[in-house]
């Protein structure tokens, strides 16, 4: 349980910082590792002598992974957080700002080109296409 619940988390984790998932879904699988191991732990305390230095260290490991799910959930909120703010950092000096405005026109006018000439190829394919067609028998056609 403990290891589906952890693999779920960290595919949560992932999601939402891709922007695929909510935050709620990663609270929900950080809470599900935290009660899973929860009942690990407990029923490790049924069976196992409560002062041994296993079941100390099994204490310890609950609580380091407790701590880490926290952390994970605290990580990835922050990386949506950046990843929601701007990308694009706009120079406030003249000659900056001017040189940014210039890139953003140049990129607009190559992707337009590139457009253009991926319509141009499109339309010498269906050209080229269409002169390689056999003639269709008219005689057969017409039977009207």
Not at 69 to 95: F, P
Not at 110 to 124: F, G, P, S, V
Request: net charge neutral; proline share 2%.
């Amino acid at each position: 349980m403990v290891a589906a619940a952890t693999h779920s988390l960290c595919e949560a984790a992932n999601a939402m910082v891709q922007g695929h998932a909510s935050e709620e879904r990663l609270s929900a699988s950080a809470k599900e590792v935290a009660a899973s191991t929860a009942q690990l732990l407990m029923a490790c305390k049924v069976k196992a002598d409560p002062g041994s230095v296993a079941m100390q260290r099994l204490q310890g490991a609950s609580t380091a992974v407790k701590r880490a799910t926290e952390a994970l959930v605290k990580a990835a909120q922050q990386s949506r957080e950046e990843d929601d703010q701007s990308n694009l950092t706009v120079n406030k000096r003249m000659v900056g700002g001017i040189a940014q405005e210039i890139q953003a026109q140049a990129e607009i006018l190559r992707k337009e080109k590139e457009l253009t000439d991926a319509r141009n190829k499109l339309m010498q394919i269906r050209r080229d296409r269409y002169k390689d067609r056999p003639p269709e028998d008219d005689d057969s056609s017409s039977s009207f």
